[in-house]
């Protein structure tokens, strides 16, 4: 991962099914914890600008809270209207049991 990743939260701090977003580097982003496997997106949805972290995570979608729209997490992809944008995703790693997430790496998914 490029030396540029920012550790964002302990792995301990988000078990798996769980979403929730995290201020870094002043963006806001949402991690996500699908079968331990941690994902990062841009936490805004992409229609109406509702914190994803306050959304319904079911698999590997979560769905937004104000008008149901819903995102693919690991690819971003709008899968459920209103949404129709998709979603910028950053690269993630899990490294001595801390979440980091690399800005840099738009479009680059988890490893």
Known sequence: MAETAVPVCAV???PPGGVKSFDIEGERI???????TFY???AYCTHAAADLGDGMLEGDVVEC???????HVPSG???QAPCFTDLKIFRTEVRDGRVFVDLSSTGAGAT
């Open 12 to 14: 301990a701090d988000l």
């Open 30 to 36: 949402a991690i996500y914890n699908i079968e331990g």
């Open 40 to 42: 990062a997106t841009e």
């Open 65 to 71: 809270s104000l008008h149901f729209g819903a995102f």
């Open 77 to 79: 992809k709008a899968v």
